[in-house]
């Protein structure tokens, strides 16, 4: 099934780069799954921002970019607080207490808070169509979760509550902070927006994780695997091809592509974590895949 069939050739490069940044995405929860247990929730939460933060750094100043404005770092801040602070120190804390398959369940609502964020904040009018595929892909993606278990062997209990809500704000952030750093990609390039929203942060985020205390036992290899990659590739390259993509093919549809995330996810977790894979992934997958052809192919 080709999900880019009837697009310009342009939506098609715009497409191809929010692909790779789900990609990147997608590894975020299990490799999150990997590392808090050793090094804590505030040093994977947010000690990811100052490592990421660094290689910005490197960055601009090899692009020798230019300094962005009062305006431009004010709508920066939010970014920052969605998607460099928000969603994870707020996802890390429950991934301390759940599953990274059973937070996927969460985490899939993102694509549609995306998408009805530009319709709220940009004016955005998307055709019938488009809701259908998104709230389809959207319910697929659930269920598939729910039946599978979801990392869980029986229904929640109240002290499992804590987590989601934890989860569900943390979705609210990423969706806001994907939302306002499309827009402002527009002015200022995916990468730019990125970098200069993780070196806003570092104040911030310096003086809680260098209070911390460090680990008192050796730390694996695998918890410092997934370390490096959700501080180099979810914290930061993930995100500069995701904003590309995002502000050239339009917020509600690009962001669209990310149904496949939870997904994704799903597998990496099986793989890398050894938690369940459900035989039904593959068909839930060919069933998003023709509900994102409907959320792509509709204009916005």
Not at 22 to 38: I, M, Y
Not at 52 to 59: E, G, I, S
Not at 212 to 229: K, L, N
Request: proline share 5%; net charge positive.
């Amino acid at each position: 099934m080709k999900i880019l069939d009837n697009v310009t050739r342009s939506d098609q490069g715009a497409f191809f780069f929010t692909g790779l940044g789900v990609l990147g995405f997608s590894g975020t929860l299990p490799a999150t799954r990997l590392a808090v247990p050793h090094l804590g929730v505030v040093q994977v939460g947010l000690g990811r921002a100052l490592v990421a933060a660094l290689c910005a750094a490197v960055v601009l100043g090899c692009a020798r970019s230019a300094w962005p404005s009062l305006k431009q770092c004010k709508r920066l801040l939010l970014v920052s607080l969605g998607v460099v602070v928000g969603f994870p120190w707020l996802s890390g804390w429950a991934l301390g207490r759940m599953s990274a398959s059973r937070a996927s369940l969460v985490v899939a609502l993102a694509p549609l808070l995306t998408a009805v964020l530009s319709v709220l904040r940009d004016g955005a009018r998307p055709p019938r169509r488009f809701w259908l595929g998104s709230i389809v892909g959207t319910v697929c993606v659930m269920i598939y979760l729910a039946l599978s278990g979801a990392g869980q062997s029986s229904a929640p209990s109240s002290s499992d509550i804590l987590p989601e809500l934890a989860l569900v704000l943390a979705t609210l952030c990423a969706a806001v902070g994907y939302h306002e750093g499309a827009r402002l990609t527009v002015e200022m390039g995916g990468f730019r927006v990125i970098s200069w929203a993780l070196l806003l942060s570092v104040p911030l985020v310096l003086p809680i994780v260098l209070v911390q205390e460090p680990p008192d036992h050796v730390v694996p290899v695998s918890a410092w695997i997934g370390f490096g990659y959700v501080s180099l590739v979810s914290m930061y390259g993930a995100f500069c091809f995701w904003y590309s993509g995002l502000a050239r093919a339009g917020v509600a549809r690009a962001s669209q592509l990310q149904l496949m995330q939870p997904l994704l996810s799903v597998a990496w977790a099986g793989l890398f974590v050894g938690e369940a894979i459900s035989p039904w992934l593959l068909v839930t997958g060919l069933c998003v895949l023709g509900s994102m052809k409907l959320a792509v192919w509709a204009r916005t």
